[in-house]
């Protein structure tokens, strides 16, 4: 499971990815690497960071070329946002870190992936149907990882994985605010095991 953290300290300037020709064919950019360890792990555990205990910086959830900043500063190796915020993806495609646009329509799909994106999040797809809807963006498009994000449950992992979601993503359904607040980190541990545990069911 790969923890996502929302906001962090500051910096000054969105890096370069490194271009892949640079890189020996039989070598892994540092962005497969981030991509292959979210398909992996199929689940990423996502709560604002004025929300967090102990500091997590794995991924910033991002709106502007700001806050990407300020997730890099903190080693950010993905960020996410709910919509395509093009001048972070055109920014970052020669920067080690990678970019998570989000989309709702094909239209919307269509645009970041002919920008560049290397995956998408869908979001908020509970709104719009579920795994319903989850299946019917997704089969357009069988080449493109998608991430499922808002309104997930641990009960609902596996179905969202069965629609076509290479990964999805968990808030409230690991980082219960009461749990939070009363710092009852056993039981949000065992949360996300179990979460784990119903990624690791689907079949797909």
Avoid: W
Wanted: hydrophobic share 45%; proline share 6%; with cysteine.
């Amino acid at each position: 499971m790969l923890v996502a953290a929302a906001h962090s300290p500051a910096s000054t300037a969105l890096p370069r990815r490194r271009r892949r020709s640079a890189a020996p064919p039989s070598r892994k950019t540092p962005e497969s690497q981030a991509l292959r360890a979210i398909l992996r792990s199929r689940v990423i555990a996502c709560l604002r960071a004025q929300e967090l205990l102990v500091i997590f910086a794995e991924v910033g959830t991002v709106l502007n070329p700001e806050d990407a900043r300020k997730a890099i500063r903190a080693g950010a190796q993905f960020l996410m946002s709910p919509g395509t915020v093009m001048e972070i993806l055109h920014a970052l495609k020669e920067s080690e870190v990678l970019y998570i646009p989000g989309v709702l329509t094909p239209t919307e799909v269509i645009s970041a992936s002919s920008a560049g994106a290397e995956v998408v999040k869908v979001y908020p797809v509970s709104v719009m149907g579920g795994e319903v809807y989850m299946l019917a963006l997704k089969k357009p498009f069988p080449f493109l990882p998608m991430v499922a994000s808002q309104g997930i449950s641990i009960d609902s992992i596996k179905r969202y994985l069965e629609a076509g979601a290479s990964a999805v993503v968990l808030s409230d359904a690991i980082f219960d605010k009461v749990l939070m607040r009363e710092r009852k980190f056993d039981e949000i541990s065992e949360l996300a095991n179990l979460a784990t545990l119903r990624a690791s069911q689907s079949g797909t």
